[in-house]
Nanobody, 117 residues
């Protein structure tokens, strides 16, 4: 089993910053590909960023230049540093063990990020 717990969400004004954390347990974290997703009301869940075992990253065009994903394997934790936040970034943010079609699917509980204008 894998457990993922997000933290760090909150209310912030436009232009502000937040750092989300996702603590993982129950898996070989260092070889897992981890993703950050977000879901706003009435919208589909979308991939925001992904970090591979090598440390290589992917970030969505909508957040490129503003968000950075990183991982600390010693702490079994993945981070999403969010800078220059915009109201359209408002969503529930989830971390995910990227399964790439494997039958198992592990998500965190989500953390709310609200950006006021």
């Amino acid at each position: 089993q894998v457990q993922l717990v997000e933290s760090g969400g909150g209310l912030v004004q436009a232009g502000g910053s937040l750092r989300l954390s996702c603590a993982a347990s129950g898996s070989t974290f260092s070889i897992n590909v981890m993703g950050w997703y977000r879901q706003a009301p009435g919208k589909q869940r979308e991939l925001v960023a992904r970090i591979f075992s090598s440390g290589a990253t992917y970030v969505a065009d909508s957040v490129k230049g503003r968000f950075t994903v990183s991982r600390d394997n010693a702490k079994n934790t993945v981070y999403l540093q969010m800078n220059s936040l915009k109201p359209e970034d408002t969503a529930v943010y989830y971390c995910h063990l990227e399964n790439f079609g494997r039958p198992s699917d592990y998500w965190g509980q989500g953390t709310q990020v609200t950006v006021s204008s």
